[in-house]
């Protein structure tokens, strides 16, 4: 009774538990029961089951709650520029791997670790027809050590965050895709943290 206790807590601290998390995402991209997929073949309706599960989850990616999906093993091509100061990593790391596990195109959407009852374990057969890749010199730059003191043009953070743009990490100092983007909440398509009107997301670290 305590774990399980302990179970719910957790999950709504994270949004999933209850129907907050899944209301803000159906209807949306990351609402993949619209698609032909081992689930949906299934019959299965679990939006959630796409990204989490209660049991069995992940034990390579520690930093994705309850993690359901497989990892990409991809090689990528970073970000780099003459005139960034910033250290970025030779590999994208933390949150940013659970996104590039179905946005690089390497693993399919649907290959999960735990299967929802029902449906029968086996190579995914859904991939995203948009992918990024794993070129990603040209998209803004993941896992960087932001460090406003190396560089004027950026916001000091403050307690981890850059006006309220959240930074991770075991330092609390790394730009990852969850730094711009929320994926349960897409009133700012593509699920910005934020409205870019005005280019205010950019503005709230670069300064220009």
Known sequence: MKKIAILASLLVSL?????????E???TSHDLTSNTTLLTNAGNTEICAYCHTPHDASTTNTTTPLWNHEDTQATYTMYSSPSLD???AVSPA??????????????AADQLLNFPSGV???QGIFSLGNSLGTDLSNDHPISLTYNAAQDVDFVAPVNSQV????????GGD??????C????DNTNEPFLRMSNAGSALCLACHVK
């Open 120 to 122: 029968n374990a086996g």
């Open 25 to 27: 995402i159906t209807g």
């Open 181 to 184: 983007h929320s994926v349960h």
């Open 15 to 23: 949004g999933l538990y209850g129907t907050a998390a899944f209301a």
């Open 86 to 88: 910033m250290t970025i």
């Open 94 to 107: 933390g949150v940013s791997l659970a996104c590039l596990s179905c946005h690089d195109g390497t693993v």
């Open 163 to 170: 006006n309220g743009l959240q930074l991770f990490g075991a």
């Open 174 to 179: 790394q730009v990852e895709c969850g730094t």
